[in-house]
Each structure stands twice: as structure tokens, then as C-alpha cells.
């Protein structure tokens, strides 16, 4: 990656780790994403994955290592939350007493107005107020959810208020977006559905790089659904602490670290994947990422440019 080229960057994680106390968790972990990638971050409960969310989100910096992303058209430290990183947790966050598209202009209204402004300039922030809804409606609407906009969270589905939770992060748009198990607690059917509305965000991203734009969207998922990782994203990450430390020269287990990366199908939103033809992804990922008894060098299944 050409990390001069802001049109390109995504995301540098540089020798990251991080510990809390004894339990060492993450591992000189190295990371670099391009800007419209899609990366299914996939690996063992409890090897990191949320940690490594939060270092890159800037809410809990690692204790060491460095992680790189673009803030205001420069390549700048994460090491506090900023506008440039959203994230969606699996828990919905809406506020139970705004309607959706209240929830989705919030962001808006906090960043770009003052109290004193809302107060003293009632013209002015009228204005704002309908320029503001008007492009929470347009979020809304790529969410699949224009017509449900007036609805409060309790009157809508876990599904579509997973919708509104990814157009609140999309409305500000960042350069980043980290999903933690965003569709976990939902059906399968219904994650389905938002598997699709997430790859047609994809599909958007082809259509702004062929006009030769910067592509607007590029993901971070974490799932425990391999094909769910296989569908959304053209990349697959395994984070894990399975690997082979001592010949790294390490006595004890120094914590998890990417063992695996490469670049898997990308699949039309409409287009159902064939699951069983990515049994060997499957098989490889459950050996290598997921096995304690399989111990390998950390970079066997590493690629060079997983570029899909
Ligand atoms: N705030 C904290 N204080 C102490 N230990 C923590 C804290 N947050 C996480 N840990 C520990 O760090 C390790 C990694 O936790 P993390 O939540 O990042 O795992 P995960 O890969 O997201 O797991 P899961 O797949 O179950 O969500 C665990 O051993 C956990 O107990
Ligand atoms: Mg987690």
C-alpha cells in the first residue's frame, strides 16, 4: 500500500499489542487496510477482536504500537476517538425517544451545531435542522429502511433498527467502519437481508472507483459466521493466539496476532453463494485460526497483497 496516497489508505496497524495485567491479548499485530476494502476479522472468543476494535475505534489505545488512520486528509494517530472511525455494535444504540430519522441526524446535529447556536439562531438552525434531516433520510433510504423512517425504536424490528445503527455510523461518513458482531443477535433470514444492503454499499464502492473516485466505504466485520465472513468481505482476517510462538523464540504465549489473511470471492448482493464450494476456505480457517492443536508460523497463511 502506498501510504503517501491518501486515495488508497483505509487503515496501518503497526505492531500493535495490548495486555490487561498478566493476560497478554494481542501481539505485534500488523494490519493495513485500503480504503473500500471489506474485512471479515474472524478467530477464537475472547482472542482480541473487540480489543483490537476499540484500539483502532481510539476509545482504548494499545499499550504498544502504533495505529494509523486518516484524519482530515492526513495519516494521523488513533489514538483518540475522531470522525474519521464509526463503529456498530451488535447491541443496537438508538436513543428510545427520537424517531429514526432523529437518530440518524443526531450525529449531524452534535457535531456541526451548539446549544447556542440552536438557541439564538432559530433561522439558522431551521435550515441546518432540514438539510440535516434530509440527508438522514437519503442514509436511511440506502439502508433499505425509507419507508419506516418516522418509526421509534420500539416500533421497529431487531433488523431494521441494525439498519438505523449502520446509517447513524454511515451519515458521518467516516473513513472507516468497524463492525463488532453487528448482525449476531438477528435471525438468519433476516441477516441475510442486511448481508445484501452491506454489499450493495460494496457494490457502490465499484461504481465511484470505475468513475475513478475514491471509493466512500471500507469495513471492518467481526462475525463468528464464517460464510457470513466469506459473503460480506473480500478479505479474511483470523486473529489468534494458536500460533507457533516458540519458534518466534517466545517462552511463553505472547498473545493473538493475525495468522491468517487473504483475499476471498467478492458476491453481488442478489447472489446467493454456493457455501459448500468454500469448504476449503472453511476447513483452512478452522485449522489454522480456531485449532489450539495446530500450531503454525504466524505468517504461513499470510498474503503478501490480499487484494482481491
Ligand atoms: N476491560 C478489560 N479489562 C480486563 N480484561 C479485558 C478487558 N477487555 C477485554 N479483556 C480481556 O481481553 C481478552 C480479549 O477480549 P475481547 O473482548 O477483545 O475478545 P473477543 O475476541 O472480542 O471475544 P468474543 O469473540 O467472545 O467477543 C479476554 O481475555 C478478555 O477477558
Ligand atoms: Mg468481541
Known amino acids: ?47 482480541g477482536k473487540s480489543t483490537l476494535l476499540r484500539a483502532i475505534l481510539g476509545t482504548h489505545p494499545p499499550h504498544r504500537g502504533e495505529i494509523l488512520t486518516l484524519q482530515n486528509g492526513r495519516l494521523a494517530n488513533a489514538d483518540r476517538p475522531g470522525r474519521d472511525r464509526g463503529i456498530v455494535y451488535q447491541k443496537y444504540s438508538l436513543y428510545p425517544f427520537l424517531t429514526a430519522l432523529d437518530n440518524v441526524a443526531l450525529g449531524l446535529k452534535l457535531d456541526q451545531t451548539t446549544t447556542a447556536f440552536r438557541w439564538f439562531n432559530w433561522a439558522g438552525w431551521a435550515k441546518k435542522r432540514r438539510e440535516f434531516r434530509d440527508r438522514a433520510g437519503a442514509f436511511l433510504e440506502k439502508v433499505g429502511l425509507g419507508q419506516a423512517m418516522h418509526l421509534y425504536p420500539s416500533q421497529m424490528s431487531g433488523g431494521m433498527q441494525q439498519r438505523v445503527a449502520i446509517a447513524q455510523a454511515l451519515i458521518m461518513e467516516p473513513e472507516i467502519i468497524l463492525l463488532d458482531e453487528p448482525f449476531g443477535a438477528l435471525d438468519e433470514a433476516t441477516r441475510e437481508e442486511l448481508q445484501e444492503m452491506l454489499l450493495r454499499l460494496y457494490e457502490e464502492n465499484a461504481e465511484v472507483k470505475a468513475a475513478g473516485g475514491k471509493p466512500p466505504y471500507t469495513l471492518i466485520i467481526v462475525t463468528h459466521e464464517l460464510n457470513e465472513a466469506i459473503r460480506v468481505g473480500d478479505r479474511l482476517v483470523g486473529l489468534s493466539q494458536y500460533w507457533d510462538w516458540e519458534a518466534d523464540g517466545h517462552e511463553h504465549s505472547p498473545g493473538a496476532t493475525v495468522v491468517y489473511d487473504k483475499a476471498v470471492p467478492v458476491f453481488r448482493p442478489d447472489e446467493r453463494p454456493e457455501y459448500e464450494l468454500f469448504d476449503n476456505i472453511r476447513r483452512e480457517i478452522r485449522k489454522h485460526v480456531y485449532n489450539p492443536g495446530v500450531l503454525q508460523r504466524r505468517d504461513e497463511h499470510v498474503s503478501v497483497d490480499p487484494t482481491p
Open 1 to 47: 500500500m502506498n501510504l503517501a496516497d491518501p486515495d488508497n489508505f483505509g487503515l496501518q496497524c503497526q505492531g500493535v499489542s495490548h495486555w490487561f495485567g498478566e493476560n497478554k491479548v494481542l501481539f505485534d499485530l500488523n494490519l493495513e487496510v485500503q480504503a473500500g476494502q471489506f474485512v471479515g476479522l474472524v478467530g477464537p472468543s475472547g482472542c
